[in-house]
């Protein structure tokens, strides 16, 4: 039921595979490592490898030391290989996996909870047809706003002031996203060969564009009440990361919001160990308690915090805008730097994000009661048919984390394919492919559609309940 998704380079995937030989290189080592990609989806089933030659240079290992370990994989299923076509992973008895030539769909009765994130709400079209009428205006004019349309950032600026955070608009970068101003910030600021502190479990992608920079993520567990910044103090002097990158607002995957006390002291860490923290706010109008928020991270200490943010939760990730907000400095060479990349945002959509940010509460409102109902009717759905299961009821967001009992994610997430589910593993949120007793469950789908993927979910889960599988791929994972 997967699909082919395309290729993966040498650089790629040594990048991925990061320090996979502890030691000694041996093809059971390197077999187990990439087997281990596949099952937390970084390596998506469908995605043909290197040529062995390349892929034996650019992890500096023999070429038949890559040759035996393709045997293995093949032999377990987790690879295919054609003259001619070269190697492809795929999943163990994924029949549309044998074959990398065609472009599989997904089928249209999928349901897929690999994302969290909402359609768009329909004030979304009012606030287009506003943005088009304003469009012409700026039709004579070149087009270029790499720091942003100055509207916007008057807007975001705003809100960010609104909310204890006194902003002017030069402190703001807009961008393609939040992802986006992440990566913009890890290359100005980290080099290869340096740390990022991330939380564990943590939003995969950062962790991705932290291998991107030839950097290394170390991870700081947080607990099941929030974050043990003693811990993350100890780490912080002990790593010397040059970075953290931390989700305060209901953190990603596991929807927890750090208290405002927590807040100040965080910021006193990161004073006395002289480390920036990116503090990653995308989330932040999901709150569902109702309850005052706390002030803002960079509000204790805006010396030390970088503020990131996304229109994707709050309006729609379609818009593909964002922003970093930072001092002015940092917001010049940030754009100095995103020449390399890109040059500017697309204008309809920054005069729609405007739009919207003119009276976005009535807009958040209506949301988050839907959100919430939503996240109601999941949890409800997983008592009947999956009591088992536990997560603490999250402040916001849009998914549970539910703790399996047993380590077996990575298994779930084959077998749901088979029921017509896609799922994200819990050791996709994970540094180095643990967090296998965990799955992050999004409730952004309609209500019918839940209680139709909890229904296939209860399935693929009867299937290998309370007897351990003895699947090859057990030790890999667990
Ligand atoms: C915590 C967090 N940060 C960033 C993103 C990505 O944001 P954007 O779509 O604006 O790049 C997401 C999307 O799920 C997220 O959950």
Redesign the pocket.
């Known amino acids: 039921m997967s699909r082919v998704v395309g290729r993966i380079g040498a650089r790629g995937i040594a990048e991925l595979l990061g320090t996979w030989n502890s030691g000694r290189a041996t093809s059971t080592g390197l077999h187990q490592a990439v087997r281990r990609l596949v099952l937390d989806g970084r390596l998506p089933p469908g995605t043909r490898l290197p040529a062995e030659r390349e892929f034996a240079e650019a992890i500096g290992v023999s070429r038949t030391l890559v040759v035996r370990a393709l045997d293995l994989l093949r032999e377990e299923g987790f690879a295919a290989s054609r003259q001619g076509s070269g190697s492809w992973v795929r999943l163990p008895g994924d029949r549309a996996n044998t074959d990398p030539g065609g472009w599989q769909p997904a089928t249209p009765d999928l349901i897929n909870l690999a994302q969290?994130?909402l359609p768009a709400p329909p004030e979304l079209t009012e606030a287009l047809d506003r943005a088009r009428c304003r469009f012409p205006e700026h039709l004579c004019g070149h087009g270029y706003q790499a720091f942003g349309l100055p509207e916007l950032r008057e807007r975001i600026a705003e809100s960010h002031t609104r909310r204890g955070l006194p902003t002017s608009p030069q402190q703001i970068l807009v961008t393609n996203?939040?992802?986006?101003g992440f990566a913009l910030v890890l290359r100005a600021l980290v080099s290869p060969g340096e740390r990022v502190l991330v939380e564990h479990p943590t939003?995969p992608?950062p962790l991705q564009a932290i291998r991107g920079v030839g950097a290394d993520a170390v991870a700081v567990p947080m607990l099941a009440q929030g974050w043990d910044l003693d811990l993350m103090a100890a780490t912080l002097q002990q790593a010397m990361p040059k970075l953290a990158y931390l989700?305060p607002d209901f953190q990603?995957p596991t929807g927890i919001r750090m208290t405002a006390q927590d807040r100040e002291r965080l910021v006193a860490v990161l004073r006395r160990t002289r480390t920036t923290a990116v503090v990653?706010e995308?989330?932040i109008d999901l709150d569902l308690t109702g309850g005052t928020p706390p002030p803002p991270v960079a509000a204790f200490g805006e010396d030390r915090v970088i503020t990131i943010g996304?229109?994707?939760?709050s309006f729609w990730?379609g818009l593909?805008l964002?922003w970093v907000r930072a001092s002015e400095d940092l917001v010049q060479r940030l754009l100095l730097d995103r020449a390399a990349v890109d040059l500017g945002s697309p204008v309809l959509e920054q005069l729609l994000l405007a739009e919207l940010l003119a009276d976005p509460e009535p807009v958040l409102r209506r949301r988050r009661a839907h959100v919430a109902e939503l996240r109601e009717a999941l949890i409800a759905e997983l008592a009947e048919q999956l009591p088992t299961w536990t997560f603490r009821v999250p402040d916001g967001g849009l998914a549970l984390w539910c703790d399996l009992g047993v380590p077996v994610s990575s298994r779930l997430a084959v077998a749901a394919e088979q029921h017509g589910l896609r799922l994200v593993p819990g050791s996709r949120f994970a540094v180095r492919g643990t967090m296998e007793r965990y799955l992050r469950l999004p409730y952004t789908l309609p209500v019918e559609q839940q209680r139709e993927a909890v229904r296939r979910l209860a399935l693929a889960a009867a299937g290998f309940d309370g007897a351990p599988d003895p699947c090859p791929w057990d030790m890999a994972i667990s």
């Open positions: 969290a994130t996203g939040a992802q986006h939003y992608n989700i990603n990653d995308t989330l996304s229109a994707g939760k990730g593909r964002g």
